[in-house]
């Protein structure tokens, strides 16, 4: 191995440690750890150690790249139940929203900025979408409403894919037609349609696979995610938007391991937070930000107490949502990597003042992560809200034995579950499935009728493939509604 190697892998090593340790220090802080992050890339770059980095079209490769499996990520581990009655209000968030921000904000600045009004306008489509990483990282740490998670978590997935055409469009020099509206819509419903297509068989086709390691569903499930964003960019439709949705599709679905596949989903997409954030930190310098503070904290405000509580207003007020709900979502709309690599666009195209843009933007993302990010908690004490903190549903992971024509289920009871106080026999589980093993704080037992379950146990429920979607359905039934969950109506399905 040539020395050279061998410091790269080492200096790799090195700032991938600090960023696990960051991560740890950004949960207590209340903040995404995006801030870190960009911390390192500017350290390593030319003001502190002298790394020199400009190469925006690689950036912005990268960065997408990144995106992608950071959507992959977020469509995975969100689970249906919890963001299904958020469906409309996040699909008019991400549409209706992102286009009353870009109006709002490119007429604001172009006013207040004396930019002309198709840059101004630039500005507004780079700054509209919220930040996946941020959101998913921060707000799953904030005890609100399922609802209001719901709507900001599929906001986040799927505002970047508008938010992308437009910068693509305005920063392309060609004339708006009167076409271009339709033209959006379309690449927002083939990526959509082609998304949820992809999933599906992806779906079906890992259910019936016999993958001869563990470890290959993760990768395969993630490979069909990746796999969207290129056939949407191949058919002119939102790659972005299709694979959020097929990731969406499959991390809802009877896949084999699938807590497994949402844990090498989440460290996957931690690994491209990190490699995003210090890239962004390394492309930035630090003696041009001076220029930018000015320009940054003005369109900051602009975006935060005008364009986004207003496109939050007109989106979401046809749903009678509340005020005090109205005005969360909008502090919550929190930006991150995503408005910077869109900023690398113009400069791709080669649009005069596109540096000054991407300036900006990376000081209004400091600015607003520091504030919005580390307030959230506090806001929604002050507004009410935390009374409804989310509830951990029951975790199943599902293991095949081919052979056999049977699953085994390994169920985590987590804590606030109506499985707690649960006797065995009240599960109830359907002919063809028994609970084998019981595992309760590190030490197996081999459980009775009269076992009571308890928070923090772990099942190894056995089961006949014939069987095996009836009984997951009754153990997530019991931990939503107890003993008596059929009489309460409650049947444990995920659609």
Do not use: C
């Not at 975006?303 to 007109?314: N, Y």
Request: proline share 4%.
């Amino acid at each position: 191995m040539s020395p050279e190697l061998s410091v790269v892998l080492g200096a790799v090593a090195a700032v991938l440690l600090v960023a696990v340790v960051a991560v740890r220090v950004s949960v207590r802080l209340g903040f995404p750890s995006l801030l870190f992050y960009l911390g390192i890339g500017v350290v390593l770059g030319e003001a502190g150690i002298g790394v020199e980095f400009e190469n925006a079209a690689l950036t912005e490769s990268l960065g997408l790249a990144a995106l992608v499996l950071i959507l992959t990520e977020g469509g995975l581990t969100t689970r249906w139940t919890q963001v299904k009655a958020s469906l409309w209000p996040g699909i008019v968030l991400s549409t209706v929203a992102v286009g009353v921000s870009v109006v709002v904000t490119g007429a604001a600045l172009h006013w207040l900025l004396g930019l002309d009004m198709r840059l101004a306008l630039l500005w507004g489509a780079v700054l509209a979408p919220t930040d996946a990483a941020a959101v998913f990282s921060v707000l799953r740490n904030v005890s609100v409403s399922r609802r209001l998670v719901g709507a900001l978590e599929l906001e986040s997935g799927m505002n970047d894919a508008p938010a992308y055409i437009a910068v693509v469009l305005l920063a392309s020099g060609g004339t708006l037609t009167w076409d271009v509206p339709f033209m959006m819509l379309y690449e927002l419903l083939a990526g959509a349609l082609l998304g949820f297509g992809l999933g599906w068989l992806g779906a079906e086709a890992l259910r019936r696979a016999a993958l001869p390691a563990t470890g290959l569903y993760p990768l395969a499930t993630v490979s069909v995610s990746v796999l969207a964003y290129s056939g949407g960019s191949a058919l002119h439709a939102s790659g972005l938007l299709a694979a959020y949705v097929s990731a969406l599709v499959l991390g809802n679905s009877r896949l084999p391991h699938r807590a497994d596949t949402r844990s090498f989903a989440e460290g996957l997409g931690m690994l491209s937070q990190i490699g995003l954030f210090v890239l962004l930190g390394l492309f930035m310098s630090p003696d041009r930000l001076l220029e930018a503070v000015v320009p940054g904290l003005v369109a900051g405000a602009v975006v935060t107490l005008l364009a986004r509580p207003l496109s939050v207003a007109v989106s979401l007020t046809p749903f009678r949502m509340r005020w005090r709900d109205q005005l969360f979502l909008s502090w919550a709309g929190l930006r991150g990597a995503v408005p910077i690599v869109l900023a690398m666009i113009p400069i791709t195209e080669g649009l005069p003042g596109a540096r000054d843009l991407v300036d900006a933007v990376f000081v209004l993302v400091i600015v607003l992560t520091l504030v919005q990010g580390s307030t959230l908690q506090l806001l929604a004490r002050l507004l009410g809200l935390g009374h409804g903190a989310r509830s951990h549903e029951v975790d199943v992971d599902a293991a095949p034995l081919d052979e056999m024509g049977a699953v085994l289920l390994q169920v985590r009871i987590p804590s606030g579950s109506k499985m707690h106080g649960v006797y065995l026999t009240e599960l109830r589980l359907p002919k063809g499935a028994t609970v084998s093993l019981l595992v309760r704080e590190g030490v197996g037992h081999t459980p009775s009728p009269t076992t009571r379950l308890q928070e923090q146990d772990q099942l190894l429920v056995v089961a006949t493939e014939q069987v095996r979607a009836e009984t997951e359905h009754r153990i997530r039934a019991v931990d939503r509604a107890g003993r008596l969950a059929r009489w309460r109506g409650e049947t444990g399905r995920e659609e």
